[in-house]
């Protein structure tokens, strides 16, 4: 009677294992099939120009050890930080469906193995549903406030210069408030930048400070931080680069004629480069982008990093493209970083000769020397590989696609280091799932 006792526990043990096992590690057998098939798919390069698409074998991403250790979630936090505005509305409304799809399949299952009451059932769906809408709110603020690592570019020459065009600090008034001068910088240096434009809201003072504190330490930091200025004007927003002094912006905000007026001045009086940033030229100005470029308009940012100007549709980016080539205006790529991520999503490379003993005064004036001179093909803008958003209803399945763009990007560490979440998560998951039931 012992042994037969003994046999009938263990026959029992054993059924009550599958059962809890089966739902986890039948999501991970699927997570591992899509990471493997990814890698058989993988993208010839994480990184594209922004231009034309095309993927970039002569850059590299490279990633600390922490953001490697935590692949999963560092790639995820990416991954959001590059969604579109439209891209991210879809994405919330999947997260909202997403608790409510998988506790419905687990209920019915459940019912078939212990039945409970109506009651019973909806509190305790209430109840996750609340801790699954932490969870996913904790991990947000994770991924835009946390300091988390981030990857940073690797250019092969020594005189490509790594430049950023258009970011801010907190004396703009979207600026995260403690993200100052000295922040900037940081966050530049470990994004793989050595050289950035701080180009607040109608204000010069960190700018300024920046540059001064690269006068003194760009020996040692190897970054400089060069000065600059973004002018708010009728339904647009001009970035200055490298100007004489403070531009003002009340004479020239109010109407077109005064928009006219200030690219008219801004080269000439001021001695700036002015750039049209995304996405107001966009929204505002697109019928009369070559009357801009008559006016004054030097560059034209193509890839800005917010939500909204990432909703700026492909095909218009050829068109921006082409116009460039056929005015010679400089491309730009834009941080456009305010404090409140912590990933680059592109990144402006300029060929400037022994640019890496430059001080941030000399640097500037080649920087803008190169830009006058080679306008077109001055700057390569640097992007990282994503899913564009689709126009239209297309948008529905951006979700799906941007993930799978993220696995296919991945190297085969980032899938090795994966693979072991997964199935270290399914084990945790089934075994305390066995042990409070047993």
């Known amino acids: 009677m012992k042994p037969r006792g003994m046999e009938s526990r263990a026959r029992a043990f054993v059924n009550r294992l599958s059962r809890k096992f089966s739902p986890a590690f039948t999501l991970a057998i699927s997570a591992t099939l899509l990471i493997l098939l990814a890698q058989a798919f993988r993208l010839p390069s994480a990184l594209v120009d922004a231009a034309t698409g095309e993927p970039l074998r ?26 579109s505005a439209r891209q991210d ?35 305790k769906a209430a109840g ?27 250019a092969a020459h020594p005189d490509d210069l790594v430049l950023d065009f258009h970011s801010h600090t907190n004396r703009s008034h979207d600026g995260r408030g403690s993200f100052g001068p000295r922040q900037n910088m940081a966050w530049h240096t470990q994004a793989g930048f050595s050289a950035g434009f701080i180009t607040d ?77 995304l996405p107001e030229y966009w929204l505002h100005h697109w019928e009369e982008l070559d009357q801009l470029a008559d006016w004054g308009a030097r560059g034209v940012e193509i890839v800005n990093s917010a939500p909204i100007a990432l909703d700026f549709p492909a095909d218009k980016r050829r068109e921006v493209v082409d116009l460039c080539r056929r005015r010679n205006l400089f491309l730009a790529g834009a941080a456009d970083n305010h ?67 993220m696995l296919r990007a991945f190297t085969r560490l980032q899938a090795g280091v994966s693979l072991c979440w997964v199935w270290a998560a399914a084990l945790a998951w089934s075994m305390k799932k066995c042990f409070l039931t047993s």
Request: charged share 20%.
């Open 58 to 83: 002569d850059f590299a991403l490279a990633f600390p050890l922490a953001h490697l250790l935590l692949t999963p979630f560092s790639a995820a936090a990416d991954y959001l930080t590059f969604n």
């Open 89 to 123: 509305k879809v994405l919330v409304f999947y997260l909202l469906a997403a608790y409510w799809a998988a506790w419905l399949a687990l209920r019915r299952r459940e019912r078939r193995t212990a039945p409970a009451s109506a009651l019973h059932g909806a509190a």
């Open 128 to 154: 996750g549903y609340l801790l699954y809408l932490a969870a996913v709110a904790g991990f947000l603020a994770w991924a835009a406030l946390s300091q988390r690592p981030m990857a940073r570019l690797l």
């Open 201 to 277: 809201h109608n204000v010069i003072t960190a700018s300024a400070e920046a540059r001064q504190i690269s006068r003194e330490e760009h020996a040692s930091t190897g970054y400089r931080s060069l000065f600059g200025e973004e002018v708010s004007l009728y339904r647009a927003h001009v970035v200055a680069l490298a100007p004489k002094e403070w531009i003002y912006n009340r004479p020239y905000d109010g109407d077109r004629e005064g928009l006219r007026r200030f690219l008219g001045d801004c080269g000439g009086r001021f001695g700036a480069l002015c750039v049209l940033s």
């Open 339 to 405: 404090g409140w991520s912590r990933a680059a999503y592109v990144w402006n490379v300029m060929r400037v000769p022994a640019q890496a003993a430059m001080g941030p005064d000399e640097l500037g004036k080649a920087v803008a020397l190169a830009l006058r001179r080679d306008g077109f093909s001055a700057v390569r803008v640097v992007a990282r590989a994503k899913r564009a958003p689709a126009q239209g209803l297309g948008i529905v399945f951006d979700p799906a696609l941007g993930l799978w763009t």
